[in-house]
């Protein structure tokens, strides 16, 4: 074996002009097969964790019918009971409850529509990140009448600014159209332009004090431990109490649903492009080194090297040429991933702002974990040893007598 290892990797280098554009190709193949792959992973696991922690939760507690309908009369009626059960859950890391309204928004310019959420102040910032999205301004927890927060994006489309007064009017529990005025004491910005021009928050207190003369909850968000368990508590969630409708992450949002899923998808596609690439060059590379070395296969032949030596050469000339670009073009790819993992690529100049549009980051942290380099090792190793099968084929048909002959 010793001796085949030797031969092969002398005859690879017979032609280091031809073995060098596979290896570079092989290199540039698989780092650019690894860094879209960590920046696909880097994408979903940003766009999971600020919906995640920002506003969605692991699971969320509404009335049946209310994110259907999302009429006010539609509120939990056992919203305390609910609190109470989730206090005493060991798998609950922190919950929130929240009153919410479809309303107009009205500013002396113009008007748009809006979803509001009255927020309870204090659970809020231990169950969400969303109070470290503001950009100016205060919180709501200042002391002053009626505070609100706008997006940015909001904000520039009603022309108003900290300090400014909008009036938001909306149906109360009795179905009667009620207005309030709000000043805007800060604004936000998250990674989601639309979010931004379409959700203000408000002091539940605030916001229960139009709707109805009582406390009411349409909302409760629980952030978990552990994610894994969602299923399992909005199962209990659902089992203990009537008239809810208890529903994980995975069931409330199809879009992240879908990127979630898809995410593993996009990396398997991308390598099958990369090994269909990879073949074609090692069987390209492979028959040619063939068809250049047939009078000295056939010598081979001719003084006793048996053909399962001549196929296990030529295996081994395919597996290792291609393990040496792969395992170079896996350690650019790791360092490359470890750098941007820190600085951030920051999509901005080639339109990555216009990412903002569907929810993404203009700023990517990529992402490759262990068994992505594992499962490319394998691929690679794998297209070699198959690329390699039909040219060892046709030099062991090779007849020693006619090639030394010709």
């Known amino acids: 074996m010793n001796m085949l290892l030797t031969i092969s990797w002398r005859n690879i280098w017979r032609h280091p002009a031809r073995s060098g554009v596979l290896l570079g190709a092989i290199v540039a193949g698989l780092w650019a097969g690894i860094m879209v792959s960590a920046l696909t992973n880097g994408w979903v696991k940003q766009r999971f964790d600020n919906m995640i922690l920002e506003e969605l939760t692991h699971v969320q507690i509404h009335h049946p019918d209310f994110l259907a309908e999302r009429e006010s009369e539609m509120y939990l009626r056992k919203a305390d009971d609910l609190m109470h059960f989730l206090e005493q859950d060991d798998r609950v890391r922190s919950f929130t409850p929240r ?38 301004g205060e919180y709501l927890d200042v002391g002053m009448r009626n505070p609100i927060l706008l997006g940015e994006q909001l904000a520039k489309k009603l022309n108003v600014g900290i300090g400014n007064r909008v009036v938001l009017s909306f149906q109360d529990l009795d179905n009667h159209i009620t207005s309030g005025s709000f000043n805007i004491t800060g604004l936000f910005r998250t990674a989601s332009n639309p979010y931004d021009e379409r959700h203000v928050f408000v002091r539940s207190d605030d916001l229960n004090a139009l709707l109805t003369d009582r406390i009411i909850r349409h909302e409760i968000a629980i952030l978990l ?34 990127i979630t899923d898809m ?40 003084v006793g090297m048996s053909k399962v030596r001549i196929f296990l050469m030529i295996m081994l000339e395919s597996v290792i040429l291609t393990l040496t670009g792969a395992v170079a073009g896996l350690f650019i790819a790791h360092i490359s991933v470890n750098f941007l993992a820190r600085k951030g690529l920051d999509m901005t100049s080639v339109g990555g702002e216009s990412m903002a549009e569907f929810g993404y980051d203009a700023v990517v942290y990529p992402i490759a974990v262990t068994g992505d ?34």
Not at 230 to 254: C, K, M, Q, V
Not at 277 to 291: D, H, K, S, V, Y
Not at 390 to 400: D, S
């Open 373 to 406: 380099y594992i499962t490319t090792i394998l691929l690679v190793t794998c297209t070699a040893i198959l690329a390699a099968v039909y040219p060892a084929i046709k030099a062991l048909r090779l007849n020693p007598t006619d090639v030394i002959k010709g």
């Open 225 to 258: 431990h552990d994610e894994s368990v969602s299923n399992a508590l909005a199962a209990d969630l659902n089992r203990e109490f009537d008239g809810i409708a208890a529903e994980t992450w995975y069931e409330l949002s199809p879009e992240l649903r879908y």
């Open 99 to 136: 009153t919410l309204s479809d309303a107009m928004i009205q500013s002396p310019l113009t008007s748009s529509g809006v979803q509001i959420r009255g927020i309870d102040i204090h659970r809020e910032p231990r169950t969400t990140t969303f109070h470290e999205n503001l950009t100016q």
């Open 263 to 302: 995410g593993g998808s996009m990396t398997f596609y991308i390598m099958v492009v990369i090994m269909l690439a990879l073949a074609f060059g090692i069987l390209n590379t492979m028959l040619m080194a063939i068809f250049e070395r047939m009078r000295e296969l056939g010598m081979l032949m001719a």
